[in-house]
């Protein structure tokens, strides 16, 4: 048992707050410092091949913007004021110093602003290794399949040249493991949140699972089980509030006071799409085989579904949030979306018709990363909660 374990709940999630507040990386440069050659890679949210960062004996480290906490200056001048907040806190973060830990730098395939900014990265710290790591948008095994392997091979030789250490498929094999199992820990925790969310506070499940963005996998994954075990023992009141899905919030995150604020307007958050790098793989990933192979079928044909994943329009469009709402027993759906974000303001008229057709109640707003007046968001999310109390069947 964790020292920290002692203290409940109380600690874990306070432990996990010290992180979240941390915009140094103090954890992780105690990490690099405390071993000879060690190196960390960093990646934007959203999805990358965590496993094979692993295996090279790096440490993935998730970049997810400044939040609230950091005043915007230099980054401001890159970008136009329609563009969404992250990318400007992301390169203010770079330019203070607070990304010299970073070894190298992983830009996954989001939208057009990242893909931008990682060409911004690679003429601003021409020092660091630079990744746009694209993805399919066919995925038959022998087209989009085959492609996605050869962009997994590529990261995966960049990453020897980096460690000066061949990866082996036994390295590999025991990287997936270890994020399958934390991925299990993970859905664990969800569940049980769906089950009883009165004893786990989505606030502090969000700082819970952004944990993992600065700690060594293996950490995360006994931090979550603690967490689970500690709230077990502890009893907590059961208000009558009403169960939303949250969705929208893949990339640029919330303040989290935003979520705060909803559970306090009178709604418990059953399932969100928070943190989604964590749990975008559905299914663990086989661990015998080619492991390239296997982590491309994953992205394929067992991940998310999302505005953030391109996936062709069809009559199904918005199913899987439907079936989210059922499988959580939710009531209706928050659309949170960051302002000027296109891939999650696209898509939300066909999923609003989705659920319309379903006759699920839904609501819609808009935030920033560095929003301070909740008070608006907390009376629109008081107002659905009432809503669905009063109206619904």
Known sequence: MNNFQNGGSAAIVDRCRRLFDDLEFSEVREWKAAEKGRKVIGYMPV???????????????????GGDQLEVIQGDA???????????????????????????????????????????????????????????????RDIGGSYYVNELKQLLSDLEKLSGKQISPDDLWKSIEVYN?????????????????????SPDVYLVIRAGMVLPVEEHTQLIRDYISAVEKEEQVMRDNCRVVVSGVFCEQPPLNLIR????????????D?????????????????????LADGFLNHSNETSAKYVPVTSDKGQYLVEAVR?????????????????????RPMLQNCLAEENIPYTAFKYAENSGQMQP?????????????????
């Open 327 to 347: 499988k959580n027993q939710a009531e209706g759906v928050i659309f949170a979306a960051p302002s000027f974000c296109d891939p999650a303001l696209l898509d």
């Open 78 to 140: 890159y970008y136009q004021s329609y563009i969404c907040r992250i990318p400007r806190s992301t390169i203010e973060l770079g330019l203070t110093g607070r990304l010299d830990v970073l070894d190298g730098m992983l830009f996954p395939s989001i939208c057009d602003v990242i893909r931008n900014l990682s060409g911004m990265w690679q003429l601003m710290f021409e020092d660091k290794y630079v990744r746009y790591f694209d993805v399919p948008q066919n995925y038959a």
């Open 274 to 294: 928070f943190m989604l790098v964590t749990r975008w793989l559905l299914e663990d990933v086989p661990t015998s085989g080619d492991p390239l192979e296997n």
């Open 47 to 65: 999805y990358v091949p965590r496993e094979i960062i692993h295996a090279a004996g790096m440490l993935p480290v998730g970049i997810l913007g």
């Open 181 to 201: 199992e934390n991925r299990r820990a993970i859905q664990d925790l969800y569940h049980y949140r769906a089950k009883r969310p009165w004893k786990t506070p």
């Open 261 to 272: 604020s909803i559970e306090m307007a009178g709604c418990y958050i059953v399932d969100d």
């Open 377 to 393: 968001i907390r009376e629109q999310a008081g107002t659905f909660a009432d809503s669905i109390k009063l109206w619904s069947a």
